[in-house]
């Protein structure tokens, strides 16, 4: 899924293996996955899906105006999504092992990951749904 502020960006569906790297799209003050050397084609991820990155990762503190940096030291997260219910809120977000949840528009740019693997497939109506919804906006 790509986050609503990047409807006007190319996208495509994320594929296991694909090596990432945090951008910042013209044309959108959001950031987000982009495959290496395709810097101008948002990937999109569907929940669920885990990445790994190269090194722990670095993210904007929550409130911009510190000008800080946070760093996580785990390399692996899930993809999610949160705020489902406000249509004008940033819903793109990664969960780490830990229980924390960092927006994706707050990861800091050229940061390296890779997909590890895609959700597993729906096992009940209401996951079925909830993918085929997914899937909609990504074509």
Request: contains cysteine; neutral net charge; aromatic residues 6%.
């Amino acid at each position: 899924m790509c986050d609503y502020s990047l409807h006007l960006v190319a996208s495509r569906p994320a594929k296991v293996g694909d090596k990432l790297v945090t951008t910042k799209f013209n044309n959108s003050l959001t950031r987000g996955f982009a495959a290496v050397g395709e810097p101008h084609v948002a990937v999109c991820l569907l929940p669920g899906t885990e990445v790994a990155f190269e090194k722990e990762v670095e993210c904007e503190h929550f409130f911009r105006v510190f000008r800080s940096r946070k760093l996580i030291v785990d390399k692996v997260a899930r993809f999610r999504q949160i705020k489902t219910e406000d249509p004008n809120a940033h819903h793109d977000a990664l969960e780490f092992p830990d229980g924390q949840i960092v927006l994706l528009t707050r990861l800091c740019e050229g940061q390296h990951a890779a997909v590890l693997q895609l959700p597993a497939q729906p096992k009940t109506p209401a996951e079925t749904d909830a993918q085929t919804l997914v899937s909609h906006h990504l074509g």
